[in-house]
């Protein structure tokens, strides 16, 4: 089956997706920070198995395909990828779905499961945070210079977004993320 693309019109804006597949059992693949559907999941829609699954890759609001807006970080931004992220599969007619994702995308699927629980069939999570230290703000910082990246992990990054939006969206979410750390509940 063929990987086609799309937008929707969600919650203001124009989301981009990805979809493929023809099996009962739905699956939306949440990508992390400044990641894309095909970016961060490019060999799950080419490899996973269309019979079974009906996959759906997006790109969060200022991502990849689904700019614009240009991503901003406001103290929400992680419930504001969760509603999305429903509302675009309830745009597509899934009555219940599973989540995939990784990372930021991972924080998300917590939250949209947490959220909506009777939309949620199964939850895969990696890489996600739990909560934000002062150990993990130093690290952020140590990657809020994305010309000190390696080249194999930043030129995809530069070639989709090009080098001035990538270095203001990284900064911008090194900035983001870091509130969570001043946050007792965060």
């Known amino acids: 089956t063929s990987v086609t693309s799309a937008k929707i019109h969600v919650n203001g804006v124009h989301l981009h997706y990805q979809r493929t597949g023809e099996g009962s059992h739905a699956v939306l693949l949440?990508?992390?920070m400044l990641g894309s559907g095909q970016t961060d999941f490019g060999p799950q829609l080419k490899s996973m198995n269309k019979q079974l699954f009906t996959i759906v890759a997006w790109d969060p609001r200022g991502?990849?395909?689904?700019?614009?807006?240009?991503?901003?970080?406001?103290?929400?931004?992680?419930?504001?990828?969760?509603?999305?992220?429903v509302?675009?599969?309830?745009?597509?007619?899934?009555?219940?779905?599973?989540?995939?994702?990784?990372s930021d995308g991972g924080i998300t699927a917590l939250i949209a499961a947490a959220k909506y629980p009777t939309l949620i069939h199964k939850?895969?999570?990696?890489?996600?945070?739990a909560s934000v230290t002062q150990e993990d703000v130093r690290i952020y910082n140590g990657i809020r210079d994305v010309?000190?990246?390696?080249?194999?992990?930043r030129k995809p990054l530069e070639d989709m977004y090009g080098h001035k939006y990538f270095a203001k969206t990284?900064?911008?979410?090194?900035?983001?993320?870091?509130?969570?750390?001043?946050?007792?509940?965060g």
């Open 87 to 102: 509302d675009l599969m309830q745009a597509l007619k899934f009555k219940k779905f599973s989540l995939l994702g990784w």
């Open 170 to 185: 990284c900064e911008a979410w090194v900035d983001g993320i870091s509130r969570f750390a001043e946050k007792s509940d």
């Open 147 to 153: 010309s000190k990246w390696s080249e194999k992990v």
């Open 123 to 129: 939850l895969v999570v990696w890489g996600a945070n």
């Open 63 to 85: 991502y990849g395909q689904s700019i614009p807006p240009s991503r901003d970080f406001p103290p929400d931004f992680f419930e504001r990828d969760a509603k999305d992220a």
């Open 30 to 32: 949440l990508p992390g």
